[in-house]
T-cell receptor, first 115, second 113 residues
């Protein structure tokens, strides 16, 4: 069964500092990988996704993520965070074999931005 | 661009009552997914439909059922509601059941008293 681990429950970063959120996955083949962001009481917004090809993917709001097969990781990065980036971030893995399979989410990382 | 529409956005029910949540996918999307997110939890996959047929099943309680209609909208029916059913229920959609990007709606917040 596939699984996702986000080791950091909370991360506090100063505004303007760089950010890295960790995500490790367990999946038998090359997975589909996603990062979603959720503001309090809101829906899930897709930041970026990896299906195949270039292992460094660019997303919205200045975010990027790198797929590392050898480490089973898909860490999210941003060079300079803004106060509006404070939110809950979820890493998710999807089934790459086709079909309408549900995503498996990590427990999420709560990002706090210090002024 | 059109997004996934969910109704109602908020719902308050008593224990043992029933509830019906509706999801209208993005136009031309034929695949719908339902997720449940408890307070402070990650979203848990419940069930999905592709071309009006159930495609994948997750941790959906037997008290819940769902279906997809000819216009591709979907309804999640919840009976004998329990306090633990209080959660945010998300619907997501995509095209072709290919397991690619799922686009999420704003969610329905259900409170069971």
């Amino acid at each position: 069964a596939q699984s996702v681990t986000q080791p950091d429950i909370h991360i506090t970063v100063s505004e303007g500092a760089s950010l890295e959120l960790r995500c490790n996955y367990s999946y038998g083949a090359t997975p589909y990988l996603f990062w979603y962001v959720q503001s309090p009481g809101q829906g899930l917004q897709l930041l970026l996704k990896y299906f195949s090809g270039d292992t460094l993917v660019q997303g919205i709001k200045g975010f990027e993520a790198e797929f590392k097969r050898s480490q089973s990781s898909f860490n999210l990065r941003k060079p300079s965070v803004h106060w509006s980036d404070a939110a809950e971030y979820f890493c998710a893995v999807g089934h790459s074999g086709g079909g309408a399979d549900g995503l498996t989410f990590g427990k999420g990382t709560h990002l706090i931005i210090q002024p | 661009a059109a997004g996934v529409i969910q109704s109602p956005r908020h719902l308050i029910k008593e224990k043992r009552e029933t509830a019906t949540l509706k999801c209208y996918p993005i136009p031309r999307h034929d695949t719908v997914y339902w997720y449940q997110q408890g307070p402070g939890q990650d979203p848990q996959f419940l069930i999905s439909f592709y071309e009006k047929m159930q495609s994948d099943k997750g941790s959906i309680p037997d008290r819940f059922s769902a279906q997809q209609f000819s216009d591709y909208h979907s309804e999640l029916n919840m009976s004998s509601l329990e306090l633990g059913d209080s959660a945010l229920y998300f619907c997501a959609s995509n095209e072709g059941g290919l397991g690619e990007t799922q686009y999420f709606g704003p969610g329905t917040r259900l409170l069971v008293l």
